[in-house]
């Protein structure tokens, strides 16, 4: 990277900001905070400097609330984000309304939250696991309110007992808002994905990519061990690209990743989706997609 790229990825004051802002930066990144970065930190940070590296632009932490809400006063074209709080939430709404275009959208985030996303998908007709299967493999309580910021997020359950135990430790730490999965047997494949759809723009193909978990050992928890090796099961990689651009369109969220189940006839469902994940194995050909949205709301 040429010095003139470089990127100063300082913990930004008011400042700091109002300085640059007299420049007008047309682009900006936010930081995901860390608690929102499980076991991810580096690897989340270093997918937004990659794209933010196409522009030389600046990175703030969606923890500096003060900075952020400085760019309300000189508003930038595109602002890239990672952020989840609410309260960074709030003010990239506020920005959208001023006419920035926000990567991932407040909207879209939080339309990420499990319990919300749970809903969406059902009542859009896509594939998701089902208590009506007749089998019990046992089941996933997940926190519904947000996305997973500790390992006792997720749990996974051998039978209704164990569910009913980890549904009163959720409550004990105040926890109300969850959803619960029956586990599926089959491979499990992440996806990762950039669709200018989500954007409005329906011209443009889209960025997709699946992985085996259990081919490359990366994990974040080491959830993905209850689903053992992969078979790689024979099945259809256009539909679940189409299906994850769907899931993607229905809650604008334009970059994201996500969990699927291969059973072994080849169906699929989806067990996860969420805002903008790292992309770590695939980083670069993802940055180059993510950058290019800059310019695909104006194509349509």
Known sequence: MNDSKKLDIRQSSPSDLRETASCAPSVVGIQRAPRFSPNS???????????????????????????????????????????????????????????????????????????????????????????????????????????????????????????????????????TDYIVQPHVKGDLVKFYGVSPMAIGNDREEDFFRTFYPSDDGQSKFGDEKINGKAHHYTFDADALRSTAARVAAITGVAVFGGDSIIKEDGSFVIIDFNDWPSFSRCRDDAANAIAALKSKRHEN
């Not at 952020?83 to 985030?109: C, H, K, P, Y």
């Not at 390992?151 to 959720?170: I, K, M, W, Y």
């Open 41 to 175: 930190v580096d690897k989340d940070l270093a997918i937004l400097r990659a794209v933010m590296s196409r522009f030389g632009g600046r990175i703030v932490s969606e923890d500096n609330i003060p900075a952020i809400s400085e760019l309300c006063n000189k508003v930038p074209e595109v602002v890239f984000s990672m952020a989840r709080s609410e309260e960074a939430l709030d003010i990239l709404a506020r920005l959208e309304r001023q006419g920035t275009l926000v990567i991932n959208s407040a909207e879209g985030v939080r339309n990420c939250q499990r319990s919300v996303l749970d809903t969406m998908m059902r009542s859009n007709g896509i594939p998701i696991p089902s208590s009506d299967s007749g089998e019990d493999n046992g089941y996933w309580l997940k926190r519904g309110d947000q996305t997973a910021q500790s390992h006792g997020d997720v749990v996974f359950c051998e039978n209704r007992e164990a569910l009913a135990s980890a549904l009163e430790a959720f409550r004990s730490r105040g926890i």
